[in-house]
């Protein structure tokens, strides 16, 4: 029986949605092959996991080892090496985030397994794979194909597959021995740090401004402080404004940062790259003001505003401060 | 301390109108600015700094054509003592996969305790080329790396992960890192500086230097080959405001009180 096996992501005692995304797009996908749907669980003391991921597979693969307590590529390679070989699956599907595209192209490297990375759309035909992935940051789709003969590896990128509700699977957890032996390891997890708190917690406010890429110098930010101040709302920043130090971690939205919900969030000089929007893509209206009207974040907003963001910014701050009075 | 840092001119597309060219295969690339790609750029600065606190030097390596000593000598102005063009028909269509296998071939002949690429590249994104590169020259590897400190024989590299968690590594060396943008802030570099490295020679190696056969690079030595490009499906899509800026103020203010509870 063909096989596609999904390796699960979870951190700190938690399944990441990646996880579910990819049982879900796994299981269609299986279920058009005629094929088995598995899930590889990598860990120690997840049988609580193992047991959540029963309805959504055929098998849950649970490995255990004190070595595979936090995440290390090293550790990952190994084990997933002994279950790939034994197994053979057709299809090995792994999150596009910060885990999976850690250990996934070493281990296709590894197995010699041809792999396609950030996949955000896959179709089956046959035996034949198309997938869709994004260039140039998200301005164009590819249709792309694999070269050479699976078995294959693909990596997912998050949030491009729904969870769709479906029929429970009878799952059998199958417990593996650990093939890691007492060698060390050459890479050691040490320990985890969280961002420093920002001064003000963006994710309770209601109204959040958000800065981006647009902004174009330091000295700008202010302009849009203002406008946040004048409306009552919070300064917020998507990664670009963060990576030149322009503001602070604490204020990033987005993948690697906050996942915030406001009432209204506006979006001033952001493009909408689908790591920022996947941070505000929960809030319930969003206006965005571009000079590009071809910017992903009109495809997210509600309402929204085609012009130079230092005509409109200062206007809109007068206005609203002479509203409000 | 010696580092190599794998870089990559790539279009600037972030402000650009982009349009698809005749192959279908590509975007029209004939009015567009290339630059260093910006993961890349703040790699070969983490490079640097890291020469200057523990000397050694920096070897700047690129796959690709004449253009991209552009982005080599930009490289070289920032403090990079050395640079190498890896060039031959025969890498044209290289996809993330075999463009690691040509750059670990260029990378073992030189000696090296360190190499740090980019995390992904802006054009193609495969965010792949660092940890392939890893594997296939027998050493290990941390991906999406926002802080380096540097230990005697070993490394302790920061990952960022997601939600604004970290996740502190120890990898002993030689070691890949994948550096993420916003590590460092990358020095500016000046035309004088540019200048000042024009004459520097930049090594080629072609395909046969490196040992490498036709079809283990390119389209044949590749994963994936890509078929077409096409413009992404438009959302429904925001109801766009007009009007003069005091009008569109008055507008943004009724949708606030509406939707925000805005007094």
């Known amino acids: 029986m063909k096989e596609i096996v999904v390796i699960a992501e979870h951190r700190r005692g938690e399944i990441r949605d990646i996880t579910w995304e990819m049982l879900s797009k796994g299981r269609q996908l299986a279920e058009s092959a ?33 070595r595979l307590e936090f995440y290390n590529s090293e550790a990952y390679e190994r084990a997933l090496t002994q279950l790939i070989t034994e197994r053979k699956p057709f299809l090995t599907l792994i999150g596009h985030t910060a885990t999976g595209m850690d250990f996934a192209p070493s281990l296709a490297t590894h197995l010699k397994l041809p792999l396609a990375t950030d996949c955000v759309g896959i179709d089956l035909e046959g035996e034949t794979f198309s997938l869709t992935r994004q260039l140039y940051g998200g301005k164009v789709n590819a249709t792309v194909s694999f070269v050479k003969q699976g078995p294959y590896m693909m990596t997912v990128r998050p949030g491009a597959f729904p969870v769709l509700e479906k029929d429970p699977l009878a799952g059998e957890i199958v417990s593996l021995s650990s093939p890691l032996t007492d060698e060390d390891l050459a890479k050691r997890f040490l320990e985890y740090v969280e961002a420093a708190a920002g001064e003000v917690d963006i994710t309770q406010a209601d109204i959040l401004v958000a800065v981006g890429r647009g902004i174009k110098e330091a000295e700008n930010i202010p302009m849009v402080k203002e406008l946040a101040e004048a409306l009552g709302g919070v300064l917020a920043c998507s990664r670009p404004v963060v990576d030149k130090k322009w503001l602070p971690k604490g204020c990033q939205v987005g993948t690697s940062g906050k996942t915030v919900k406001p009432k209204v969030y506006i979006a001033i000089g952001i493009s909408g790259a689908f790591q920022h929007v996947a941070g505000m893509k929960g809030a319930a209206t969003v206006i965005a003001i571009n000079k590009d009207p071809k910017a992903p974040i009109f495809s997210v907003a509600q309402y929204g505003i085609v012009a130079d963001l230092f005509k409109i910014v200062p206007v809109l701050k007068e206005k609203i401060k002479e509203l409000r009075r | 301390m010696n580092i190599i840092v794998c870089i990559k001119r790539v279009p600037e597309t972030t402000d650009a109108d982009v349009f698809i060219d005749k192959s279908g295969k590509d975007i029209d690339k004939s009015g567009l600015v290339f630059d260093l790609n910006e993961w890349d750029s703040y790699a070969i600065e983490e490079a640097i700094l890291l020469k200057e606190k523990l000397g050694g030097t920096v070897t700047v390596i690129s796959m690709g054509g004449e253009d991209s000593n552009e982005s080599l000598r930009k490289c070289l102005a920032m403090g990079a003592d050395d640079a190498i063009r890896l060039t031959d028909p025969a890498f044209q269509g290289s996809d993330g996969f075999a463009t690691a296998k040509v750059l670990a071939e260029a990378i073992r002949k030189i000696p090296y305790d360190l190499i740090l690429t980019g995390t992904q590249a802006e054009d193609d994104g495969y965010g792949q080329v660092g940890v392939v590169l ?116 008055l507008k943004v203010f009724d949708i606030l009180k509406d939707k925000g509870g805005l007094s």
């Open chain 1, 34 to 66: 005629g094929a088995d749907l598995s899930v590889a669980l990598l860990g120690k003391g997840v049988n609580h996991l193992a047991e959540a991921l029963k309805p959504k597979a055929k098998r849950v693969f649970l490995i255990e080892d004190e």
């Open chain 2, 134 to 249: 890893a594997e296939l020259l027998g050493i290990l590897h941390a991906a999406l790396v926002n802080h380096i400190e540097v230990q005697d024989k070993k490394v302790k590299a920061h990952r960022e992960l997601e939600g604004g968690l970290e996740e502190v590594v120890e990898i002993d060396l030689p070691a890949v890192l994948t550096i993420q943008t916003g590590i460092n802030e990358p020095r500016y570099v000046s035309i004088m500086g540019i200048r000042k490295v024009a004459k520097k020679e930049i090594k080629t190696f072609r395909a046969s230097d490196l040992n490498l056969k036709a079809d283990e690079v390119g389209l044949s030595g590749s994963d994936t080959r890509l078929e077409k490009v096409f413009l992404p499906p438009v959302g429904e899509g925001a109801e766009i405001l007009e009007g003069k800026p005091e009008e569109l103020a």
